[in-house]
């Protein structure tokens, strides 16, 4: 707490009214972004509009103050939204809630526990596939909005077997009214999106179309006044008995907020100049996702898009953040007879949109043309799992096949390489090196050991010949050691010195000889037999020869 209030008053110090105008002008410019995205990811969630527009609001509030940093924007979000429908497929909305308010006490117990590192050991292709898959859940969630379709399916893919099945009949002005938010989207001009989102001018000409054709089409329907509506989470209403079940999408919850909060920190924080403090934005989200479900509200997270406008629009502290919520506080006061006769069509082509935008086209190009052919293989599948399971079997997944790959390549790449001395190359030197006394071989070693490599490593040690009277293990291309690496070096280096070898390590940088020292190797082999280099390795053994 202290630490806050000292960044509080930091990020305040020297505030004035030409700052506050600057903070201003951008609460409302994010405000104008966030109005269709709210609505659009309250419905797409399996909720309802009116859901989307209070987790924006509590959102942009609650976790905008105690945020990490001054820049992030929170509320609902696609990938949420994606998770959320099957969660209410299953468990209807007081399961959501339930599991939102779980997701909210994992956050917190992430943060006091400082677990936010963990999220920058998740690889890219993994991140990348489930971004996609996330994308390609939404488009497929929403099929039925933008054709004006139903049909009774289950899972993502149900719907389209659905289809196969029992044949496609599209409503034709449904249809029309999603294609052309569509192409209104990606024909809008990149110079007018910075002074009025694409979103909000094809929602507003869709209401004024539709006002004069009146075509029979599905809306949104009546939005309520209040923060506090009928179909809410009430202490009553929690059913100990459905927690259980409910853990695996509270777990998935939780870990989409932690991945998408601090991602859009990191990539805010280089925008904006200032690093986000993982632990506390985790503790933020935490509180905010544990009020929602009290409010009627859904998982909020921070949202690259919002966070990214308000920073270029000249978001000065987190006032920006509180400024968006009171704008769609009033929107829905305000608008909300206007909104309600927004075509779900029209909601399902901006989110068509988006979820298109979702995905990181660069950075499949990227690993596509480079020919990266495992990191392709964790993405497809991270992509596979996420649209047939969900968020958590697919980052376990991904993460799992990363290992694998990872491993493989380490093994593939260490070398284990016995060279006897050469007497003429020491010339040069002037060693009195005399090899009809002694046969001294050189082990080079390079590479990644650890557990995959290990049996490698001990086949390639057992070639050693016998008559070899020294032996010098050149370690200094040796990259890391785990355990089980250690062990097999420490095997190999006791059987030598039980035949009376001479053992002596060259190159061993810093982290190996703590390997080594614990390992208990330096104990066996002496802290004399530690040399720079193995020409200083065959230095001592000229010497001793001399001795001899």
């Not at 989409?256 to 933020?284: F, H, T, Y």
């Not at 949109?353 to 392709?376: C, D, F, P, Q």
């Amino acid at each position: 707490m202290r630490g806050f209030l000292a960044d509080l008053r930091r990020e305040f110090s020297g505030y004035n009214g030409k700052r506050f105008s600057q903070d201003l002008m951008a609460g409302i410019t994010v405000a104008a972004v966030a109005l269709p995205l709210a609505l659009a990811f309250g419905v797409s969630s399996g909720a309802d509009a009116a859901a989307g527009l209070i987790t924006a609001i509590l959102g942009g509030i609650v976790i905008g103050f105690l945020s990490g940093a001054s820049y992030q924007i929170s509320g609902p979000t696609g990938a949420m939204a994606a998770v959320l429908a099957g969660v209410v497929a299953s468990y209807g909305l007081q399961g959501v809630f339930v599991a939102t308010l779980l997701a909210g006490i994992i956050l917190i117990l992430a943060g006091v526990f400082r677990l936010g590192r963990l999220v920058s050991i998740i690889p890219m292709p993994v991140i990348t596939g489930f971004t996609s898959g996330i994308a390609l859940v939404i488009a497929l969630g929403q099929l039925d909005n933008f054709f004006g379709t139903h049909t009774a399916h289950s899972g993502n893919l149900g719907m389209v077997q659905t289809y196969v099945e029992q044949g496609f009949h599209p409503h034709m002005q449904t249809m029309v009214i999603g294609l052309f938010v569509v192409l209104f989207m990606i024909l809008w001009p990149k110079k007018w999106q910075a002074v009025f989102p694409s979103s909000l001018a094809a929602l507003i000409v869709v209401l004024i179309a539709n006002a004069f054709l009146k075509w029979d089409v599905a809306v949104v329907g009546e939005i309520p006044r209040t923060l506090l509506p009928a179909v809410r989470l009430t202490p009553a209403g929690v059913d100990l008995s459905a927690v259980g079940g409910l853990i695996t999408p509270a777990l998935s919850i939780a870990v989409l907020g932690m991945i998408e909060s601090l991602l859009c920190g990191a990539s805010a924080g280089n925008m904006k100049g200032e690093a986000i403090n993982a632990d506390r934005e985790l503790v933020a989200q935490g509180v905010g996702n544990l009020i929602l479900p009290f409010f009627g509200g859904v998982p909020a997270t921070a949202a690259i898009a919002r966070t990214s406008v308000a920073i270029k629009a000249g978001q000065q502290t987190r006032l920006t953040g509180i400024i968006h919520s009171l704008g769609l506080l009033a929107s829905m006061f305000l608008l909300s007879p206007v909104m309600s006769r927004i075509p779900m069509a029209a909601l399902a082509g901006v989110l068509m949109v988006t979820a298109w935008r979702m995905n990181e086209w660069h950075t499949i190009r990227y690993l596509a043309s480079h020919k990266l052919k495992g990191a392709m293989l964790a993405f497809l599948v991270t992509l596979a799992c996420t649209v047939l399971f969900d968020l958590s079997i697919a980052i376990v997944a991904g993460m799992a096949l990363c290992c694998v790959i990872f491993a493989v390549k380490c093994v593939q790449h260490v070398e284990v390489s016995i060279s006897e001395v050469d007497p003429q190359r020491l010339q040069r030197i002037n060693l009195s090196y005399h090899p009809r006394h002694t046969s001294v071989r050189v082990v080079y070693i390079s590479g990644a050991l650890f557990f995959g490599s290990a049996g490698y490593l001990e086949r390639s040690l057992a070639q050693m010949p016998e008559d070899t009277t020294s032996v010098i293990l050149s370690v200094r291309g040796v990259s890391t050691v785990d355990t089980t690496g250690m062990q097999v070096i420490s095997r190999f280096v006791q059987a030598q010195l039980d035949k009376g070898v001479k053992v002596y390590v060259s190159g061993a940088s810093q982290p190996l000889r703590t390997a080594m020292d614990r390992g208990g190797v330096t104990h066996m082999v002496g802290e004399s037999a530690f040399c720079w280099s193995a020409m200083d390795a065959l230095s001592d053994i000229a010497q001793e020869q001399q001795t001899v």
